[in-house]
């Protein structure tokens, strides 16, 4: 059994415990020491029956960690203990869990970093890896996290959506250190698609699929960024590709259209072109007219109007970006591309200076120079 | 040992290369310049010495706390005039000698025209959480 395997077997390990009568909190403890304990035996001596294993040692840690508590939880204990472990119903029904760690009155960090543990059953040192920050600051924000759900009802059905929004967040926070965030993303958003009908969550789960097919083309020698028109199409990922169109087209047939629906259909418009100049650029602003329906953020206006400027020309392009704040990122590199699709090469080496100063991350900072230094250049000769 | 290197946007001495800004580069030179900011992190990751790094945005403000209850007060974006930190890079050496050694080796990134841009970096030395033994 590889770690992927027995991280997936994480989140039913949580539900037998609390089932059994613990306390979420301690229960998500004392899974995480048996999954740290079983990543480190099982290599060398695998279990006959993984789970039954993971449970009886998480059991017992719930068990000793409530006994070294007891002054504190000596009722809690007793009736853990008295009840006699029912048989257990094989339906694994977690879904209860990803509300729970996706509840909306813990920060947005927090509830990444509880989902990626509850869930995804990574490792505290794993997250805190991902994420760039001390173990210990990673261990306490769980903590933290944990004690504010205290109350929290396990069984209430949330919002679909938040569970969406935060497994949207730990997909685009991609990769580093050795957990791939952006496959862990998909994963659990494929099971969360089992779990619930809201059309939505396919949407996700295709959006995430169809962006992932692109990853290899994304970046070249260096991490350096290679924006979409430039990318090599034969070397996106066609398998991902048709199961995201697939899964989209089984949740647009439901007819409840949504955000990440609409942006998935972006996205399969996009894999569909053979080159980019095949791109229908005119059923993109369609869609994006469709998001901006559900969804009115500057994000997507900015989007809409390199769309736009594409279908219509860029005097289109800058019609649509009437009325945004130009302080809000990447609305100097929108504007850098239109004056540059426009002819007015000086400003758009201007203004693609200036984005290179708003971008929010090194390799987007890196590209803007660049932008700015290839107009530059097209200005010499 | 252990030591910063602070690598100023303004407000170091003018630098010894080309000072032309990277938009007016070629591309060529932007990735040249970018590839060897990689490769020298990538040789002190190689040889221990490397401890981490990080870039940091223009935009910023000055903050200081104005009593209980009431919000904290900013002062910002900063004057143009002012010195600007562009981002920091900790190394632990053998020796200050090393440091500067590195530091130099930094500065001399490739600029415009392939050539090195011999830019100011600002090397202060951490100080240091134990005791010495012999105290």
Known sequence: MNEPQVRELVPSVIAVLVRRGADFPSAEDAVQEALIRALETWPRNPPLDPKGWLIAAAWRKFLDATRADISRKRRELAAAIEAPPAPQPETDDSLWLYFLCANPMLPQDAAVALTLRAIGGLTTKQIAQAHLVPEATMAQRITRAKRRLAGQPLDQPGDVATVLRILYLVFNEGYSGDVDLASEAIRLCRQLVTLTDDPEAAGLLSLMLLHHARRASRTGSGSRLIPLAQQDRSRWDTTLISEGVAVLQKALARDRLGEYQAQAAIAALHADAQTAADTDWVQIVEWYDELLQLTDNPVVRLNRAVAVAEAQGPRAGFDALTGLDPEVPRYAAVAAYLHERAGDLPRAVELYGAASRMATSVPERDHLTREAARVQQLLRS | ?135
Do not use: C, N
Request: hydrophobic share 40%.
């Open chain 2, 1 to 135: 040992m252990k030591y910063l290197l602070l690598k100023h946007y303004r407000g170091a001495p003018t630098p010894a290369g080309a000072a032309e800004t990277m938009e007016h580069w070629t591309p060529a030179e932007v990735d040249a310049h970018i590839q060897y900011m990689r490769d020298f992190a990538a040789r002190l990751k190689e040889t221990g010495e490397f401890v981490g790094s990080q870039a940091l945005a223009p935009k910023g403000a000055w903050v200081r706390g104005d009593g209980e209850g009431r919000p904290a007060v900013t002062d910002g974006p900063f004057a143009e005039t002012k010195d600007l930190i562009a981002g920091w890079m900790i190394i632990d050496v053998e020796s200050w000698d090393r440091a500067v050694e590195l530091a130099g080796e930094l500065s001399s990134a490739p600029g415009a025209g392939s050539k090195p841009i011999y830019e100011w970096l600002e090397v202060r030395p951490v100080l240091t959480e134990t005791p010495k033994a012999t105290e």
